[in-house]
């Protein structure tokens, strides 16, 4: 299995480059030259079987030969094995036809958990073969961050350091980054905002000399790794509501497109899914987009459910690439027009093959908080408020076929916003009971080039 770029000017790499490198060299995104395909029968074959069975059948035939076969499902196992549910993504009926699959029994409890996990295991196998040595570094608005702590903490050959806005992320995303012990984790509080975080990180990407003297990486949500693994759970969901025979549709609450790419791939790959519908809060660059056929940045204005607060969604890129039947020129075209003008429209025939496949829908502050508290009532669930977004257009959009929406957080993780909503302060799961007792461990930083490096640079343990 090999990898192409959606701009058609890169290198074709393996899976092992592909998922090593990131961005590819001519600004554009890594995806599978072709798609593997599973027949019904093997798709229902994964039911019954385990989160980390499936999970090995379903990417099995993208890792091509990175891993063998017995190294693979260990990494798989490894990757899950911290899970605070047996079933990795249980499913929850909330009104009739309409399901909740929880992403959120991850080390961190957000959905990012089930990609990073398994990124840090495939990484750390990859790196101990090649003897290489590299940094992490990422910005974070709080839950990539946090996930990408968890799961390279304590690797070999790895450090990570971590860029948030300094007092501008929650408490409980804080003090997942700044309480773990190990010496390989470095979280830093930058003296600016998440933009700033974000430009300091692009800088250092491109100050190649300190990318090749630190052997600079990244793991943010572009990296082709991230959303492979989270294909998986829409198998698993769909299998377990009977698929292959009976088609489901999936509403995602999301920002930079990953996650429902995700099952756009699942799709492609011959599960039944007869909808994929975009659930975006205020900042809706996505359902405007899918309205009007063009794409215009409007600015961000933040909302209580922060992680999807994004004014350009990067994995966009990889569906129009599809749209345009795997034009590389055109997709780069348009991308270089939304980086001039901030817009771009989209073809004809290009927006019709992307309402054929996705819907989409907008939620308010004032209704997520209203669907927060009318969840409640309906089904006893308390949803985080990314979700309740995702519930709530799922709704405006519910048919004959079964729904399936995605929980992308726990609610303890925004309990402020939950409170405010439904006057009942989320709980943290017992395993992690103790966070606000922990000692934390961080490092402020000024918003500076030459700070951060000469910081990375004598930081570093490996
Ligand atoms: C990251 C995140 C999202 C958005 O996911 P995308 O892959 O960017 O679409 C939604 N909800 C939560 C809780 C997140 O952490």
Redesign the pocket.
């Known amino acids: 299995m090999r990898y192409v770029s959606t701009r058609g000017a890169a290198p074709v790499l393996t899976f092992e480059e592909a998922m090593m490198t990131g961005l590819a060299r001519d600004g554009g995104l890594y995806v599978p030259e072709t798609i593997p395909q599973m027949t019904g029968e093997e798709i229902a074959a994964l039911a019954g079987q385990s989160y980390e069975a499936a999970a090995y059948a379903v990417m099995r035939p993208f890792i091509g030969d990175t891993f063998s076969d017995d190294e693979f499902r260990r990494l798989i196992d490894a990757a899950y094995a911290g899970f605070g549910h047996a079933a990795r993504a249980p499913l929850k009926q909330l009104a009739p036809n309409h399901f909740l699959l929880e992403l959120?029994h991850g080390p961190t409890l957000?959905?990012?958990d089930f990609a990073m996990q398994l990124i840090g295991q495939m990484f750390q196998a990859a790196l101990t073969r090649s003897g290489k040595q590299i940094t992490i570094v990422g910005a974070t608005s709080?839950?990539?961050g946090s996930a990408a702590i968890e799961a390279f903490k304590g690797l070999d050959n790895v450090d990570v350091f971590i860029l948030f806005p300094h007092g501008r992320v929650s408490e409980v995303q804080r003090r997942q980054m700044t309480t773990p012990t190990e010496a390989n984790v470095h979280a830093l509080a930058v003296d600016g905002d998440f933009d700033d975080c974000q430009a300091r990180l692009k800088d250092m990407f491109n100050d190649f000399d300190f990318r090749d003297e630190v052997g600079l990486a990244g793991v943010n949500?572009i990296n082709w790794g991230r959303v492979l693994a989270?294909v998986v759970y829409y198998f698993t969901a769909a299998v377990s509501l009977g698929a292959p025979h009976r088609k489901v549709s999936f509403t995602?609450?999301?920002?930079?497109?990953?996650?429902?790419?995700a099952g756009y791939i699942a799709k492609r790959m011959g599960l039944s899914i007869d909808r994929l519908v975009i659930a975006t809060n205020q900042n809706d660059i996505l359902h405007r987009t899918m309205e009007t056929g063009a794409q215009v940045k409007e600015g961000v204005t933040p909302s209580i459910?922060p992680?999807?607060d994004?004014q350009v969604?990067s994995?966009f890129e990889r569906a129009l690439f599809e749209a345009y039947d795997r034009d590389g020129a055109v997709v780069a075209a348009q991308m270089d027009e939304l980086k001039d003008k901030g817009a771009f429209t989209i073809s004809q025939g290009a927006i019709d093959m992307l309402r054929e496949n996705f819907d989409s829908g907008r939620v308010s502050e004032k209704e997520t908080l209203g669907r927060i508290k009318a969840e409640l009532t309906r089904s006893g669930e308390l949803l985080?408020p990314?979700?309740a977004v995702g519930v709530k257009v799922a709704d405006d959009h519910q048919g004959a076929t079964p729904m399936i929406t995605l929980a992308?957080?726990h609610p303890a993780?925004f309990p402020d916003a939950v409170e405010q909503a439904s006057g009942i302060r989320p709980v943290l799961p017992d395993r992690m009971a103790d966070l606000f007792e922990r000692k934390e461990r961080v490092t402020r930083v000024a918003n500076d080039l030459g700070a951060l490096e000469t910081l990375i640079r004598e930081n570093r343990t490996t």
Do not use: E, L, R, W
Not at 252 to 261: S, Y
């Open positions: 959120f957000a959905f990012k709080g839950d990539t949500s989270q995602v609450p999301t920002g930079n497109f990953g996650d429902i790419f459910s992680s999807m994004i969604s994995n985080c990314h979700s992308t957080a993780k």
